[in-house]
């Protein structure tokens, strides 16, 4: 969907020479074919500047609709198609493409504390660099009241260290400087861009992304390009969540069409009413987008058919309060909003307005539009991407939600935000090194599971040192998408994502998964560890009790627990006599 792109033209300003002379608006040569010896960059007749055709600069880009590429490989991470979200704009109009590759990621390794991390995102303002990221995770997961995840930041483009995290199967969130297939200019070159994406597969030769901005595609292009655009955004910047990745398929998976297909963004929910939306914009912070019409309007009726049925559009307008005001019915309100003709749009945040925009908006434009920051908060600056020395005067990249001036430039590695060496990052990635163990998944009710988990626990070092393990209810999508049953199932270290079944039982008692183990692993029996004996109490003699006088008892005998609700609820100076009347407590 090239319209996502397309709304680079409000804002970005290309050198390298005018557009074609025949000074037509769809930038060909004016020839039906290319005769030229040597291409013309403005010319997009010719075969090396057309999307999709071979040529010097987009040769290596080969886009396919599933997570196999043209010649047959698959991708390391297929997250299925249908779980691909698309970037949009947070609350002051700034894209989250890092919070939105971050949810990829979550989805993938199935790390639930980041459940809805991105549409928390959409409350609160976009662009992001390393420090955000640890800033916006600690706030979310605060807010949550669950365990920050353990993660590893990189910036600096150590491919060794990608190479390790891919290794593992984690779908690793990288920066992306664009200039493929898809982003282009309006002269068909290839344009720079300030993004994130999430790298789906790496090896000696080749890579694929899975672009936020074009969801249900994976990217195919030669290693060497792939880590040039990762490079060129300020020498690269790179975080991976190290929980463990679902379980490998059992055979070469076969893709449904419901794993693939891409879900049709929901219609836009308009308000009943203007107030409506500002009440609840009030309530939540999210933005307001206004569409002023009349029930006669030509291109108010076109706008309804086309730009409100984009599936870019539509992402877009669900983090809005969206309403439609009728400008003969509501002439004042009309007015106010200075609408002159229709349609005229209003994009409102922080209850000001931020953008106005008169007439018919096509879809391609309506997305940048959507994103307008209010006035006297400009979007973060972006620092140039150096020059490509194969393409006329360089660019000035198109932003989706990065801060590269944030992003250090130097190698530096990072451990849920305290630096650590390389070494150090080294050593954790491959102490959670795990595609040499067994894949062993639990599939089963939330009850089943957490005895599950405390059977896991239980287990020797050597034994769990074995196995990768992953609990899942039933309704997940993995379930369907490994082919995984109700019960445990042990699969066998992976070999590009495929293990063979090394063991299975429906049954999740321990005496039946222990079972199963030692048939799939072999050896010694695999039996939980003796619960450790309670610690010895210190033996304290009784104090010797006179009956005639009693024993005295002050709030100082209580323990601390004991203490603290006493004081909590204001009462001092407590004294009980084992053999007479207990007097009063003594309030403050």
Known sequence: MRHLLGTALLALTLAGGPPPADGGDNGRCGQDSCSCKECDPRCRCCPAQVVGQPGPVVAAFNPTRGPVSADGVRATCDLPASLHIRNVGG??????????SAQHAATWQHVRSLDGFREWMRRRPGGGWPEKFDQMVAAFCREKKVAIPQYQQHTGGD????????????????TYAGMDDFYRDRWGRPAAVAHMVNLAHLDATRAAIIDNNRPGVWVWMTRAEFL????????????????????????QPVDAVKFEAVPPAPPVAWAESYAAAMK?????????????????CTYCKKEDATTYNDEAVRDELAGFHAVKVDADAEPKLAAAFGAKSYPTSVVIRDGKVAATRAGYTPAEEMVAFLRSPLPEQPPAKVAPVQARADLPGGTEPTNYGLVPEKIHAGKRFYQNGAEVNRAEAFAALRLVDDSDRFALTFVGTDAELTKAAEFIAG???????????????????????????????????????????????????????????VAGLGGKPVEPLPPSPPAPQPVVPPVPVDPRKG?????????????????A????????????????????
Not at 91 to 100: H, I, K, Q, R
Not at 280 to 296: E, M, T, W, Y
Not at 551 to 567: Q, S, Y
Not at 569 to 588: F, H, S
């Open 280 to 296: 609840r914009h009030k309530q939540d912070g999210a933005p307001v987008f206004v569409s002023i019409g009349a029930p006669g």
């Open 91 to 100: 609350s002051d109009g700034a894209g989250l493409c890092v919070f939105t």
């Open 459 to 517: 287990l020797p070092d050597g034994a769990r040192g074995q196995l990768k393990v992953k609990f899942y209810r039933a309704d997940r999508w993995e379930v369907e998408r490994f082919q995984l049953r109700p019960g445990a199932t042990l699969r066998k270290p992976t070999v590009n994502r495929i293990g063979a079944d090394a063991g299975y039982t429906p049954l999740l008692d321990p005496k039946s998964v222990s079972e199963m183990l």
């Open 569 to 588: 609820a204001g009462l001092t100076e407590l004294e009980l006599k084992l053999n007479g009347t207990a007097p009063k407590p003594q309030k403050k």
């Open 551 to 567: 024993v005295t008892i002050t709030d100082k005998d209580l323990t601390p627990e004991a203490r603290a609700r006493l004081k």
């Open 159 to 174: 491919d060794e260290w990608l190479d390790l995290a891919m290794k593992t199967g984690r779908l690793v969130s990288v």
């Open 228 to 251: 040039k655009r990762w490079r060129d955004m300020n020498g690269g910047w790179a975080f991976v969540l190290l929980d463990a990745p679902p379980p490998p398929h059992p055979a």
